[in-house]
């Protein structure tokens, strides 16, 4: 029987660079994050010269997540993948087209957030 470890700042800060290193080689190796990443970091800097409500805000940055979330998991589960059958599979294969559905997924209904939320925006200082 293990006992639980104490509570560490160390062992804390640590979880911190290990889920950094992650965001690192994911954005290093994987084009679509570097995709989603410029995507939303360029929908910011539109919320922030648009000046939309904190509300409006907060949507932008929760669809930006999912979208980056639902990236890093397809990114885990391919490179899981490539470890474990790095050869053709039909189960595999199937893994990972509904990893891949559940970014598509994502990109779209962040796609209809930034419709929904910028258009009106747009539309009146275009006018």
């Known amino acids: 029987m293990n006992k639980k470890s104490k509570f560490s700042i160390k062992a804390r800060l640590n979880s911190f660079k290990h889920a950094l290193r992650g965001l690192k080689i994911a954005v290093k190796e ?6 989603h990443l410029g995507i939303g970091i360029i929908m910011y800097i539109l919320s922030a010269v648009l000046k939309l409500k904190k509300m409006e805000i907060v949507a ?9 979330v639902a990236e890093l998991f397809n990114t885990a589960i391919e490179n899981l993948r490539d470890f474990v059958q790095p050869n053709d599979h ?13 970014v598509l997924l994502s990109a779209i209904t962040a796609f209809l957030v930034g419709l929904i939320v910028y258009l009106p925006r747009l539309i009146c200082t275009l006018s």
């Open 30 to 35: 994987e084009d679509n994050a570097k995709i």
């Open 60 to 68: 932008v940055l929760f669809s930006i997540g999912f979208v980056v």
């Open 90 to 102: 039909k189960q595999i294969k199937k893994i990972k087209n509904i990893s891949t559905a559940a």
